[in-house]
């Protein structure tokens, strides 16, 4: 779930430029605490600082966000951030809805074109591949062109491939139409951009985390109605649902405005041309070349850079991909789990509810920790280091861990007397890591990269996406084949073995993070920019310091 980075301009942070942590220079930015002014002020300001703009070379003036903060995402009214940003819930739970209710079409896509039940399900994991890929590959159009046209072509591109799928008269035209659909999904990559449209970094965290809710929450609703559509409709409607979904969520942000600040720039000034400022441009229009191929090619890369040569980027996106995997995973399990139980299709869908209320929870539970950094914040930008923004995941983490060991020795099944409701119960445990994982390691690498958060989270994206595809190709085997007594029992507890393994990290860079970010070639660029401009690191020791913080609170 990334957003995008354009290469402009000649320092390293104009070449790193981040959809989740670009925002106006500190001059432009909402004053926090003392420092706030109003609204006409902030205009008045803005006016008297176009007053003084100095022309370029050829003549023209380049209109600044400084020049018109008012016409920004920034300044939009609370209620209208939110309607939007509303929409792009829906909008990201539809795509992530689509990754999982395919599922539900598995076993009568073998029968009806005389397949295996695994080869049915390479339709689910070209899907999620190709979404991983396809996160990315929209990125940097979002940027140049803005969010709102780029959303319309996607959600369009992926509502007419499911079309084909629906009337699909042999298995390759599925699996090619839901390779498509997969690559059209621009996902996370415009979605958090728009975040970043709105809030500045500071003020980021509660709006990423309803936009988290969402991603997760698609996994979970598809599986929960694919169930009705399964047990009532034909093999069609599984697609057909998909379409209906998607062009309503269309429609919806249909109504969007852009927020892209680029885009806004450019009408801001070809407005004030026509009122009589004949020399304003925006950034934009006086550009020569809008992206080159190097520049694309640039940004596509540094995701897998990242990935690779960051530890704390390559240790939490292992993380946070293999939390998204056992999602995918568990769309397999449940069924031989339940049917112990004597669960039919619907009971079995229904069985997601309690991830979907761990979820739910969990998003919750992150409101006192995101309003007391803001307090801190406010009183010393300073005072907290990127590592504060793991600490309740160093408390839910091992909900994961739990979670599975739980799962995994629940589902003895009746005859060991067991209740049902004793697997859901754990879970809902898992549901909670699962979104406390996300969130968290999505926060701390925006607040660990700044400008380069968008390749961070790229990373982080792009193996949620892989692993979640590689788990529909693995676990039906892994559920069939390890162990003889215990088959059911055996491979949960070697994912909750895992799990453990996987959260150590967490732990490491809470303490240890400061000196991990200090070797990174990318925080060198980001401490020799901040030496420049004449900023001044941190010098708490962060994450001791907000422990203290919250122990005091």
């Not at 990754?99 to 074109?113: E, K, R």
């Not at 761990?358 to 006192?368: L, V």
């Not at 409701?421 to 994982?437: D, R």
Request: hydrophobic share 45%; with cysteine.
């Amino acid at each position: 779930m990334a957003s995008a980075e354009r290469t402009s301009g000649s320092s390293n942070y104009e070449k790193a430029q981040d959809d989740l942590s670009s925002q106006p220079s500190p001059e432009s930015r909402p004053p926090l605490g003392n420092e706030r002014r109003s609204r006409g002020s902030l205009a008045n300001l803005a006016a008297r600082r176009s007053s003084r703009a100095v022309p370029r070379a050829d003549g023209k003036i380049e209109l600044k966000e400084t020049d018109c903060y008012d016409k920004l995402g920034f300044s939009f009214p609370a209620w209208k951030k939110w309607s939007i940003l509303t929409v792009i819930f829906l909008v990201q739970t539809s795509m992530n809805f689509n990754t999982s209710i395919y599922g539900n079409v598995v076993m009568p896509l073998s029968t009806a074109f005389d397949i295996s039940t695994q080869a049915a399900r390479v339709g689910q994991m070209i899907f999620l591949i190709l979404y991983a890929f396809g996160s990315e590959l929209w990125a940097p159009w979002s940027e140049e062109f803005g969010r709102w046209p780029i959303m319309q072509l996607s959600l369009f591109l992926v509502n007419i491939w499911q079309i084909p799928c629906a009337v699909a008269p042999n298995f390759g035209t599925i699996v090619v139409c839901r390779g498509l659909g997969g690559l059209s999904s621009a996902g996370g990559s415009v979605t958090l951009g728009m975040v970043a449209d709105m809030w500045q970094a500071d003020d980021q965290q509660y709006a990423v985390a309803y936009i988290v809710l969402s991603s997760v929450g698609g996994s979970v609703v598809g599986p929960i109605v694919g169930a009705f559509v399964e047990n009532y409709l034909s093999w069609h409607w599984i697609f057909w649902v998909q379409l209906i979904f998607g062009v309503a969520v269309q429609a919806a942000h249909f109504f969007v405005p852009e927020t892209r600040a680029s885009i806004l720039l450019d009408r801001e000034a070809k407005r004030r041309r026509k009122a009589g400022e004949t020399n304003i441009w925006g950034p934009d229009e006086l550009k020569e070349e809008r992206l080159s191929v190097k520049e694309v090619f640039a940004i596509w890369g540094r995701p897998f850079e990242m990935f690779i040569r960051e530890p704390i980027v390559l240790c939490l996106s292992l993380l946070s991909g293999f939390s998204d995997a056992l999602i995918f995973t568990f769309l397999e399990s449940y069924q031989p789990v339940y049917e112990q139980w004597g669960f039919g299709t619907i009971a079995q869908g229904l069985a997601f509810i309690p991830i979907l209320v761990g979820y739910i929870i969990a998003y919750f539970s992150f409101f006192p920790f995101i309003h007391r950094h803001r307090q801190i914040r406010r009183k010393d930008p300073d005072a907290l280091q990127p590592e504060a923004r793991l600490y309740w995941l160093l408390y839910t983490a091992p909900l994961e861990t739990i979670g599975l060991f739980g799962f995994a020795w629940t589902s003895l099944g009746p005859q060991r007397h067991v209740h049902w409701i004793a697997p859901m119960i754990f879970s809902a445990l898992v549901g909670i890591a699962n979104y406390c994982i996300y969130m968290a390691t999505i926060d701390y690498m925006v607040a660990s990269y700044g400008p380069y958060s968008a390749s961070a989270t790229g990373g982080n994206a792009l193996a949620r996406d892989f692993l979640a595809g590689v788990a529909a190709m693995y676990a039906t085997p892994f559920y069939s084949n390890v162990g003889t007594t215990y088959k059911l029992e055996y491979p949960t507890t070697i994912l909750a073995c895992l799990a453990f393994c996987v959260t150590i990290p967490i732990y490491i860079f809470y303490w240890k993070g400061p000196t991990v970010r200090a070797k990174s070639k990318f925080a060198q660029v980001l401490a020799s920019d901040a030496k420049a401009a004449g900023g001044v690191p941190p010098a708490s020791e962060g994450a001791r310091a907000e422990a203290k913080h919250m122990e005091e609170a």
